[in-house]
């Protein structure tokens, strides 16, 4: 069973940067397009960018565009997402996903794996 574990989440201060990283078990990794989402309270979950197997250009959501950056390392099965100069809008629990295929999934539908999410609180 393929399981997605995200680490690397904290609190930080605004204009810090985390990186977070999912690991993903089983061997299926790189047929997988994988996926940052990310859910405030009160809110839904959203997306925030996503890249492909195939390394084409990554997708990002324009709140995070040249802020953020997605890569993945298929001798680790692990997928990162570098988030530089946070602001207390970046607070949330941050998801990783996975879906089959090559395209570039923005909605949360397009997603069937999951992992349990790691919280990311911005203090201002």
């Known amino acids: 069973q393929v399981q997605l574990v995200e680490s690397g989440g904290g609190q930080v201060q605004a204009g810090d940067s985390l990186r977070l990283s999912c690991v993903v078990s089983?061997?299926?990794?790189?047929?997988?397009?994988m996926g940052w989402f990310r859910q405030a309270p009160g809110k839904e979950r959203e997306f925030v960018s996503a890249i492909s197997r195939k390394l084409i250009q990554p997708a990002y959501a324009d709140s995070v565009k040249g802020r953020f950056t997605i890569s993945r390392d298929s001798a680790k099965n692990t997928v990162y997402l570098q988030m530089n100069s946070l602001n207390s809008e970046d607070t949330a629990v941050y998801y990783c996903?996975?879906?089959?295929?090559?395209?570039?999934?923005?909605?949360?539908?397009?997603?069937?794996?999951w992992g349990q999410g790691t919280q990311v609180t911005v203090s201002s």
């Open positions: 089983g061997r299926t990794f790189s047929t997988y397009t």
């Open positions: 996903a996975a879906r089959s295929g090559d395209g570039l999934g923005t909605m949360v539908s397009q997603y069937a794996l």
